[in-house]
Nanobody, 117 residues
Framework: QVQLVESGGGLVQPGGSLRLSCAAS????????MGWYRQAPGKQRELVAT???????TYADSVKARFTISRDNAKNTVYLQMNSLKPEDTGVYYC???????????WGQGTQVTVSS
């Protein structure tokens, strides 16, 4: 069964950094388009960043130049490096994998990121 497990979330002060990891099993990241989403309390889930199987990346305007999505195919893991964090970045961050066999994709359980003084 496909599993996506996020880790690396926590509490950080404004201006700080966190590195989120998404460890995949049952699916290979090199063959999959991957994405990071986040959801703040009372708000809809929003797209943060994507990386295609070809290596192309996209970012939401709110995180561009601060966040970087990448993958380590040897470890079958996708990362989200978050720098210069702001309180507005607070939320639960989810990893998503697109799949030919499941059009809705696969989702991780989420990891909490809290940016606060």
């Amino acid at each position: 069964q496909v599993q996506l497990v996020e880790s690396g979330g926590g509490l950080v002060q404004p201006g700080g950094s966190l590195r989120l990891s998404c460890a995949a099993s049952g699916i290979t990241t090199i063959r999959s388009d991957m994405g990071w989403y986040r959801q703040a309390p009372g708000k809809q889930r929003e797209l943060v960043a994507t990386i295609t199987s070809g290596g192309s990346t996209t970012y939401a305007d709110s995180v561009k130049a601060r966040f970087t999505i990448s993958r380590d195919n040897a470890k079958n893991t996708v990362y989200l490096q978050m720098n210069s964090l702001k309180p507005e970045d607070t939320g639960v961050y989810y990893c998503k994998a697109d799949s030919f066999w499941k059009p809705a994709g696969y989702w991780g359980q989420g990891t909490q990121v809290t940016v606060s003084s």
